[in-house]
């Protein structure tokens, strides 16, 4: 992403670059053909008006880039600033990798109908770890994995990726939609648009679902004491 958005920086400077200095050229040429004009046979009226135009156009496009640029600049501004909000927000996303930690890992599987699944886990090298068939309803589902593999071991924590291919009662092939959740914690704004960081997974902003904002629990309320530290007692009655 970071490498695209230089490319696509350098590319607008060469042609702003490109644009000035044929505007440039252009009022040197103009300047010129005043200077060294015959007076017995001046420019014509009318290719005097289009190049005026011309020069006006050519201005003005000029300013144009230059008022673009600066709405860019206030909109990335504003991405930026609306992803941070998302630091420390439990989301849910398009994607099929996600973490395995303490000894689970959640995807969310979306059918359009009832389907036959075949999954496969993945490793971060591509390698299947765990297959499994399993039948799946019209709508969306949590699909949970243990981290054990299919040949009885136990995986170690990193990411891992889910694939799901389907088929429906009559044997056509069904789309299955894969999300993730997690706890979005940082984000990149180096690049042309703002990354979330959940977990290890880097994701934009088009791609959330739902957002969860975590509530902090406050802590219960201490029981007042005395100055000395003692519990303060009831007098005793006395009787009459």
């Known amino acids: 992403m970071a490498v695209s958005g230089i490319g696509a920086s350098s590319g607008q400077a060469v042609s702003r670059q490109t644009l000035a200095t044929n505007f440039e050229a252009f009022l040197t040429l103009l300047t010129t053909q005043l200077q060294h004009q015959n007076p017995l046979e001046p420019l014509d009226t009318n290719q005097f008006t289009q190049q005026l135009v011309s020069f006006a156009g050519v201005e003005q496009q000029l300013r144009t880039n230059d008022q673009l640029e600066s709405l860019l600049t206030l909109q990335k501004v504003g991405y930026n600033v609306t992803a941070l909000g998302f630091v420390g927000a439990h989301v849910t996303v398009d994607g099929s990798t996600t973490e395995l930690r303490d000894g689970l890992a959640v995807w969310y599987l979306s059918s359009p109908s ?18 499994e068939t399993k039948a799946l309803n019209t709508g969306t589902a949590p699909f949970q994995w243990n981290g054990k593999t299919s040949t009885g071991t136990v995986a170690p924590a990193g990411t891992y990726k889910i694939v799901v291919t389907a088929q429906d009662p009559s044997g056509n092939p069904v789309a299955i939609g894969t999300s993730f959740s997690g706890v979005v914690d940082q984000v990149d704004v180096s690049g042309e648009e703002p990354l979330l960081l959940i977990g290890s997974t880097l994701t934009t902003m088009d791609k959330i679902r739902s957002v969860q904002r975590l509530v902090e629990t406050p802590p219960p309320a201490e029981t007042p004491e005395d100055p000395e530290g003692e519990e303060t007692e009831e007098p005793e009655e006395t009787a009459t």
């Open 114 to 131: 009832t389907a036959s699944a075949h999954i496969e886990i993945q490793d971060k090298d591509g390698n299947a770890v765990y297959t």
